[in-house]
Structures are given as structure tokens and as C-alpha cells.
């Protein structure tokens, strides 16, 4: 009889930890949409807090993983920056050298290789201020133009239940996983000291 409880207490209680934990998970996606029993209205964690999950992700990608600063150092950089340069002038080389001459050959017969040159120079250099304006300003520009915070936290609010949920458990299956097989092992872990405590009370 004693082995029968040797056997049967750690495995229950094993068991009784695993169903316990894998029923607090299912509860974290279901129900998707409130649902009365008696008094009581359920709705999964997940769901019934996506626009407060939406909110808290806008923030963590806008002010850690996405941040104007972080953006910024990215996108200004001095390859990038002459990139840029160097592309308007050459479609401006390429505009003076074809079209302009194309369209206006008159007004072509005075403007020299000098001349070019001049006004490649002076846009360049207006090129360089505006760029170094808009690097200065980044910050306004993206939250006023762009609003990452906000952006994220719309596409999130957009998907509905079925979609978060199948979001969250692929990010969270393996954790999941290991929170239900924990249940188990802390269950069969207990049911062990139930044995000793047993066998020390006979």
C-alpha cells in the first residue's frame, strides 16, 4: 500500500501542478471576448488588455529600440549624408547636361562649364545646410511626422484577438512551455515531501 502511495502521490501531484499551470496559460489568450459565468465576466489577459499592451510596446520601441537618437545615428551619418549630396548633384549634372540643353538650347549658349560649376557648388552647400537642419531637428520631425510611438501602438490595437494571440504564443512558446513542464516538476516535487511527511507520521 505504501508503494501504491509511493507511486501514485508524486505523479498526481505532478499532474495536478501541470493541468493547474497550463489552465493559468490558457487564461492569458482565452476567452478572447468577455464571457459571463454567474457573476463573474472573464476574458483573457492578453485580449482584454491589448490597447494597454499596445500602448506599453509603442513606448519600449519608440524609446529603446526605435529611438530618434538611435534613428538618427543611423540614418545621418557622413557616408550617408555625402551619399545623398552626391546623388542630387549628379541627377542635377545629368538635368543641366540633356533636358536643360534639350528645352532651352538658347539659354544653354551661356551657361559654361564655369557657370555649372558655381551652381553645383552653391547646392551643394545648401544641400549640406538643409541636411545639418534637418539632423539638428530630427527629434520634432520624427514625432511630428512619423510618430513611431503611435504608429506601433495602432497596428497592434488593429489585430484582432486571434492575431494577438497567435502573436504572444509564438514570441512565448517555449517560456510557456517551460511555465506548464514547471508546474509539473514543482507538483511531483511536492508529492514527494507529502510521501516523507507520511511515511515520518507512520
Same mark, same amino acid.
Given at each position: 500500500?505504501?508503494?501504491? $502511495? ?7 501531484s505532478g499532474l495536478i501542478g501541470w493541468i493547474t499551470n497550463k489552465i493559468a496559460?490558457?487564461?492569458? !489568450? ?11 465576466? *472573464?476574458?483573457?489577459? !492578453?485580449?482584454?488588455?491589448q490597447s494597454a499592451i499596445a500602448e506599453r510596446i509603442g513606448d519600449l520601441v519608440?524609446?529603446?529600440?526605435? +529611438? +530618434? ?6 540614418? *545621418? ?13 549628379? $541627377? ?43 539632423s539638428d531637428n530630427f527629434h520634432d520631425y520624427v514625432e511630428n511626422k512619423v510618430?513611431?510611438? +503611435? ?6 490595437? @488593429?489585430?484582432? +484577438?486571434?492575431?494577438?494571440? #497567435?502573436?504572444? #504564443?509564438?514570441?512565448? $512558446? ?12 514543482? @507538483? *511531483? ?9 507520511? !511515511?515520518?507520521?507512520?
Amino acid at each position: 500500500m505504501f508503494i501504491l $502511495k509511493l507511486i501514485l502521490i508524486p505523479l498526481i501531484s505532478g499532474l495536478i501542478g501541470w493541468i493547474t499551470n497550463k489552465i493559468a496559460v490558457w487564461l492569458l !489568450f482565452n476567452p478572447k471576448n468577455p464571457t459571463r459565468i454567474l457573476f463573474w465576466t *472573464f476574458q483573457g489577459v !492578453f485580449p482584454k488588455r491589448q490597447s494597454a499592451i499596445a500602448e506599453r510596446i509603442g513606448d519600449l520601441v519608440a524609446d529603446e529600440l526605435l +529611438s +530618434s537618437v538611435s534613428i538618427k545615428q543611423q540614418i *545621418f551619418t557622413d557616408e550617408n549624408l555625402s551619399g545623398i549630396v552626391n546623388f542630387v548633384l549628379q $541627377k542635377v549634372d545629368n538635368y543641366l547636361e540633356t533636358e536643360f540643353k534639350e528645352q532651352h538650347w538658347f539659354l544653354s549658349i551661356f551657361v559654361g562649364d564655369g557657370t555649372k560649376t558655381k551652381m553645383k557648388s552653391e547646392l551643394e552647400r545648401k544641400l549640406y545646410e538643409s541636411l545639418d537642419d534637418i539632423s539638428d531637428n530630427f527629434h520634432d520631425y520624427v514625432e511630428n511626422k512619423v510618430n513611431i510611438r +503611435s504608429l506601433v501602438a495602432q497596428r497592434i490595437n @488593429g489585430l484582432d +484577438s486571434d492575431q494577438v494571440n #497567435n502573436l504572444m #504564443n509564438q514570441i512565448l $512558446k517555449s517560456e510557456l512551455g517551460f511555465i506548464e513542464l514547471t508546474g509539473a516538476v514543482l @507538483g *511531483f516535487i511536492i508529492g514527494l515531501f507529502q510521501i516523507v511527511i507520511l !511515511f515520518l507520521m507512520d
